[in-house]
């Protein structure tokens, strides 16, 4: 091997395990997507991202509703269990209160409106979901847009489901400690507690507000 094509080979390595470096087993994570010190919320690069600065959250009782300010939520107060968020695709809607505590441990939540969003695309979002740990996907019947993400504090509702967006959003805020409180929380949770065969059903009616069973968002 002559010096020259050497050299060629040598750069190329250190290229290969410098992305190697960048990346997070599981999700495809573009380097500009990549939480690091220098750039701790790349979400902030995406476009059509809603950002809210939720601080950790009171719990709510089983029988209790959140009036929460968005739909889907992504922050707030919410139940005492999670939703089991360990790459589990829902197939069907399931209670809020419990999802967005699963964005408190550090969960992405991917949700459609299965009215809007074909089968086909349905699947190419489960894709991004399957054994994942800490996401979770499922029908949200009231959206209105065909898919909205949630993490904690952050949403992007999005038309398609091949839109790059989508993977910029996982790779920016999946378990990022710098954007959701309970750091090291786990996604899993005992089937006695959360069953996800049987999770809690979703509630698509608006909380009234004079319920003694309705609390507000903070």
């Known amino acids: 091997m002559n010096k020259q094509l050497r050299a060629t080979v040598a750069i190329s390595a250190v290229l290969a395990l410098a992305s190697c470096a960048n990346s997070v087993e599981g999700t495809p994570r573009p380097d500009a997507f990549v939480p690091s010190v220098d750039n701790p919320d790349p979400s902030e690069a995406i476009d059509g991202v809603v950002a809210v600065d939720y601080p950790a959250a009171q719990h709510v009782r089983p029988n209790e509703r959140v009036a929460y300010t968005h739909s889907p939520p992504f922050g707030g107060r919410h139940d005492s269990v999670w939703a089991n968020c360990t790459g589990i ?26 009215n809007l969003v074909s089968g086909e695309d349905q699947a190419r979002l489960a ?24 993490s904690w504090g952050r949403q992007l ?51 009234d507000p004079t319920s003694p069973t309705t609390v507000p968002e903070r």
């Open 89 to 114: 695709v829902y197939p069907q809607a399931i209670r809020t209160e419990n999802a967005v505590h699963s964005l408190e441990h550090g969960a992405v939540w991917i949700t459609y409106n299965p």
């Open 127 to 150: 894709q991004r979901v399957e054994g994942m740990s800490y996401t979770l996907m499922s029908p949200y019947p009231t959206l209105d847009s065909p898919i909205s993400l949630q």
């Open 157 to 207: 509702k999005l038309d398609n489901a091949e839109d790059a967006r989508i993977d910029q959003f996982v790779s920016a805020l999946r378990v990022n400690p710098n954007t959701y409180p309970e750091v090291g929380a786990t996604c899993s949770v005992p089937v006695t507690s959360f069953d996800p065969n049987n999770p809690p059903p979703f509630d698509p009616t608006t909380p």
